[in-house]
């Protein structure tokens, strides 16, 4: 990618009007010759996390990083929504990429088609594909739907270039659909290493906060619900700490375990071992991060519902601090060796993987390297932004670089 021109990426995404969600982008925004244009809905209402949050983005020129509210035709339905743009300022900045973080039954995608046919013809466009379990017109049951989404889904194929994804298995999802084209595996919003570090001082601060200061901290950080295992995390945690008296949990997060969590503390007289922050802005998820000494995730694959990419423990690895998490979904692939995995919903083997830590800070300080190693190296900004730019350069001029069977993974080869 040559210098002499400024290269006009546009980025669309409901999930940006988060700020920190930005950063990766202003990063790419640094190399030379780049300019990205973020375009995302002047106001939005977030409940992913369990809680309702306004976003009013405000609009940013800050050298080749520019942020673009547009008004939107819904101000929460990230299924449902269009920009009230007629061009989304295509005309003007003749993008020569067009990045789509968006899933593919979203209705955005044929709108930004559409624009860039009639506005910005020779626009290359990326999307981002979270689906790993059947494309949607594939789990249609009603025959109108079902023709619908295929519609869609056709429309996807012949406008994209290139798909980017979570994990192999969203290859596989694509390639059932006959989606033929170039397929690079990288997740969307990725870590600020940055944020996500070691900190003394707030590891000093937080654990002061939570009251935990001497004693060793297991945490889990997000939606208190089934889905993430935390019924099974605090069941491990409620035995452990009759022979542990030492260890405390600290749960980041809320949801509709919530009450029933109290409720198990009470009875259990574990009310000063057991810490609920309820719902914290993400800019704060790296303090309390640092005031762990482990982080557990526990997911368990349910009907109509797989965790993907869990970004926590990435995030908490970056933090240095060492991972045990559960086999379901992609979770072995994103953290192969550099974690202790367990098989998902099996209480006895996290406890096992919980006691290996709790009695062995060496066994802690080695899977602490390794994840933050890993964290670096594929899923946080610096990284994530080296590896784009080829994925960039490849699309640009059609030359792409293709895996072999045997090679490790390699987020800028193609699949």
């Given amino acids: 990618m040559g210098t002499s021109k400024i290269f006009n990426i546009v980025v669309i995404s409901h999930a940006l009007v988060i700020p920190v969600t930005q950063n990766r982008w202003k990063l790419l925004a640094r190399q030379p010759g780049i300019s990205v244009h973020v375009f995302v809905p002047e106001y939005w209402?977030?409940?992913?996390?369990?809680?309702?949050?306004?976003?009013?983005?405000?609009?940013?020129?800050?050298?080749?990083?520019?942020?673009?509210?547009?008004?939107t035709t819904s101000k929460s339905n990230w299924g449902k929504y269009f920009f009230k743009s007629f061009d989304?300022?295509?005309?003007?900045?003749?993008?020569?990429?067009?990045?789509?973080?968006?899933?593919?039954?979203?209705?955005?995608?044929?709108?930004?088609?559409?624009?860039?046919?009639?506005?910005?013809?020779?626009?290359?466009?990326?999307?981002?594909?979270?689906?790993?379990?059947?494309?949607?017109?594939?789990?249609?049951?009603?025959?109108?739907?079902?023709?619908?989404?295929?519609?869609?889904?056709?429309?996807?194929?012949?406008?994209t270039d290139v798909a980017l994804v979570h994990y192999p298995g969203c290859v596989e999802s694509l390639r059932s659909g006959s989606y033929n084209k170039p397929i690079y595996i990288q997740t969307q919003v990725g870590v600020d290493e940055t944020l996500f570090a070691p900190d003394p001082s707030k590891r000093e601060l937080y654990r002061k906060k939570t009251g935990f200061q001497n004693e060793l901290v297991i945490g889990y950080v997000g939606r208190l619900i089934v889905d993430k295992g935390v019924d099974d995390l605090l069941d491990v945690f409620v035995k452990l700490v009759k022979k542990y008296p030492h260890i405390r949990l600290l749960l980041v997060g809320n949801g509709e375990l919530r009450t029933k969590i109290n409720q198990i503390s009470t009875d259990n007289n574990l009310t000063d071992y057991i810490h609920i922050t309820g719902f914290v802005d993400q800019a704060e998820v790296p303090a309390f991060m640092n005031a762990m000494d482990i982080l557990v995730l526990a997911s368990k694959t349910m009907p109509h519902w797989i965790d993907t990419f869990p970004l926590v423990t990435v995030q908490a690895q970056a933090v240095r601090v060492p991972v045990i998490a559960s086999d379901s979904g992609a979770i072995p692939w994103q953290l192969a060796d550099s974690a202790r995995v367990f098989p998902e919903g099996d209480r006895q083997k996290l406890a096992e993987a919980l006691v290996e830590f709790i009695e062995s800070r060496e066994e802690r300080d080695r899977y602490a390297q390794k994840g933050q190693k890993r964290s670096h190296s594929f899923f946080?900004?610096?990284?994530?932004?080296?590896?784009?730019?080829?994925?960039?350069?490849?699309?640009?001029?059609?030359?792409?670089?293709?895996?072999?069977?045997?090679?490790?993974?390699?987020?800028?080869?193609?699949?």
Avoid at 45 to 71: A, M, R, S
Avoid at 93 to 100: A, E, N, S, V
Avoid at 105 to 131: C, D, G, V
Wanted: net charge neutral.
């Fill in 88 to 159: 989304l300022k295509l005309r003007e900045l003749k993008p020569d990429l067009i990045y789509i973080i968006q899933e593919e039954s979203i209705l955005i995608h044929h709108q930004i088609y559409l624009y860039r046919n009639f506005f910005a013809p020779e626009a290359k466009i990326i999307f981002l594909s979270m689906n790993a379990s059947g494309i949607p017109y594939q789990k249609a049951t009603n025959p109108i739907k079902r023709m619908v989404h295929k519609l869609l889904w056709n429309n996807i194929k012949k406008n």
């Fill in 380 to 415: 946080c900004h610096q990284g994530m932004t080296h590896n784009f730019i080829k994925i960039i350069d490849q699309v640009m001029s059609g030359n792409y670089i293709y895996h072999d069977k045997n090679d490790d993974y390699t987020q800028w080869k193609a699949y």
């Fill in 45 to 71: 209402e977030q409940t992913w996390f369990g809680e309702k949050v306004v976003y009013e983005p405000v609009e940013t020129h800050d050298n080749n990083f520019h942020v673009h509210p547009t008004p």
